[in-house]
């Protein structure tokens, strides 16, 4: 028999509880094992009702919880960077194997966590910290051991996704898409985390980490988000073939490593363009398998749960002959991680120009200065010595010579505003 106490009932911890009662017979069915939800901590009195008259016992504090000799795995849902580190620290070092859905605790104090693990002879399971029910860790830790990986590409927020979606399907600014997510519960009513990148870094960050097998830090990724995402973006990346994501972007190419969160343009051709909704997906690149893709909810209780369960039944099986597996391994070799400004990719731009003879020149001139070359162009409407949207596509260029040209438009006097630019993603390199 395992013992699992639960240590957070909200959102994911109430999936993970339903799970364990309900489907013990199941899983015995399953697998041969008897896993039993021992007990349950939460501090919030209204998140505790309904609970306390089931079977497992509540305990006054999640301490207490860590500290139940009787418990074999911890389990933590409280989410945060500061109590939680704690408390896995101190499951932990008792001996506890730890499950965690927290990926903003992995990805900015994971190699810490890892390496207590290492030194106690445990395990953290984190299936449910990226993309939800999506076995996307599992794949590539074990499924594919076996290739080198030199590519993700993931749609890892379905917030955003939705925000995004909402804008192309119905042609609406972000602001009314915002409050829609928001309504439809889809957004917190801070929506920071979602919409700015942050959410997507933190798991590009452990997903990174797997795949490349560097000990990659939220400083080592670059991030942008979607509020400055219009409806004329949208639709002229349509007019070109293009879709606009919120993409989770990581290559290695002759040990330079390149990590992103930012809106790109990606060709409606790719599989990643169909993925809309609050729908998430990775795209992995391995040498031995080629693409794969792993698609699915990537929150809300029962998915997230799902993937809480799946690394306790996992630990489950192992415990009884104490083979762990390491939670992200890293290996030797020299690695760097490129910088954004090194990055080299074609781009789409937008500019508020009045409209007035020799604006494009001086524009295209400016660009050409720092090496930039236009493939498109076209301007939005004619409204004479007034401010009109003109956009173009370019060609590869570095980001550190465009974001220098941008900086020289967008102090030019017939321009209002400050311009945008997208990355135009085109999937991996043969």
Known sequence: ??????????????????????????????????????????????????????????????????????????????????????????????????????????AEKGNELFDLAEKAGCEIGFEAS???????????????????????????????????????????PFDRALKDAQAAGFAEADPTLDVEGLDAGHKLCILARLAFGYPLSMGDIGRGGISGIEPMDIAFARELGYSIK???????????????????MLPSTHLMSGVNGVYNAVYVLGDRVGPTLYYGKGAGADPTGSAVVSDIIDMAARMSIRCGKPGIRFWSGEKRIKKSAETVTSFYMRFKCEDRPGVLSRISGILADHGISISVVTQKGRKENEYVPVM????????GHLLDAKAEIDRLPFIEG?????????????
């Open 246 to 264: 919120l993409l989770a972007v990581a290559k290695e190419e002759d040990g330079v490593i390149e990590a992103r969160v930012a809106p790109a």
């Open 130 to 172: 990226v993309c939800g029910g999506i076995p996307v860790i599992r794949a590539i830790r074990d499924g594919l051991v076996g290739n080198r990986i030199s590519y993700l590409l993931g749609i890892l927020n379905g917030t955003s996704n939705y925000i995004l979606s909402k804008m192309s399907e119905e042609g609406i």
């Open 1 to 106: 028999m395992t013992r699992v106490g639960i240590i957070g009932l909200g959102t994911v911890g109430r999936g993970t509880y339903r799970i364990l009662r309900e489907h013990r017979s199941l899983i015995s069915q399953k697998t041969g094992l008897d896993v039993v939800l021992a007990g349950a901590a939460e501090i919030d009195a209204e998140r505790r009702e309904g609970f306390q008259e089931a079977d497992p016992r509540f305990f006054r504090s999640a301490v207490e919880l860590v500290d139940d000799p009787a418990i074999d795995i911890i389990v933590e849902l409280v989410g945060g960077t500061g109590y939680a580190f704690d408390l896995i620290a101190a499951a932990l070092k008792k001996g506890k194997w730890v499950v965690t859905a927290n990926k903003a605790l992995l």
């Open 418 to 430: 400050k311009s945008v630019h997208i990355r135009i993603e085109h999937g991996e390199r043969s």
């Open 392 to 399: 173009m596509l370019t060609h590869e260029a570095a980001e």
